[in-house]
Nanobody, 122 residues
Framework: QVQLQESGPGLVKPSQTLSLTCTVSIGSITASFKYWKWIRQPPGKGLEWMGT???????FYSPSLKSRASISRDTSKNQFTLQLSSVTPEDTAVYYCARGTGTITSTDYDYRGQGTQVTVSS
């Protein structure tokens, strides 16, 4: 039973904007006190927190992304979306959406999608 599912292109060209959508089936993304994260794992590296959207719609982003990231949501579809602009090959990673636990800026979660490989290459 799929609980979170990432979708989006697997290949993006440098300088373009990456857009990934997470479809959630484990409850409403607006349920009180729930928050939802985007996390990625570059090849050979550990998990990296990218951003979080709260049940209220408030968003938080990793400073390391230098304002390139944006998270939005479509409550009618129970989805939230990551957009990452001006991508470079260093953005190549497996991208995960997750239901967050712990601190808002951590990589902690209790449910996570299977992940989607994104490669940035011309």
């Amino acid at each position: 039973q799929v609980q979170l599912q990432e979708s989006g292109p697997g290949l993006v060209k440098p300088s373009q904007t990456l857009s990934l959508t997470c479809t959630v089936s484990i409850g409403s993304i607006t349920a009180s006190f729930k928050y939802w994260k985007w996390i990625r794992q570059p090849p050979g590296k550990g998990l990296e927190w990218m951003g979080t959207i709260l049940y209220s719609g408030t968003t938080f982003y990793s400073p390391s992304l230098k304002s390139r990231a944006s998270i939005s949501r479509d409550t009618s579809k129970n989805q939230f979306t990551l957009q990452l602009s001006s991508v470079t090959p260093e953005d190549t990673a497996v991208y995960y959406c997750a239901r967050g636990t712990g601190t808002i800026t951590s990589t902690d979660y209790d449910y996570r999608g299977q992940g989607t490989q994104v490669t940035v290459s011309s």
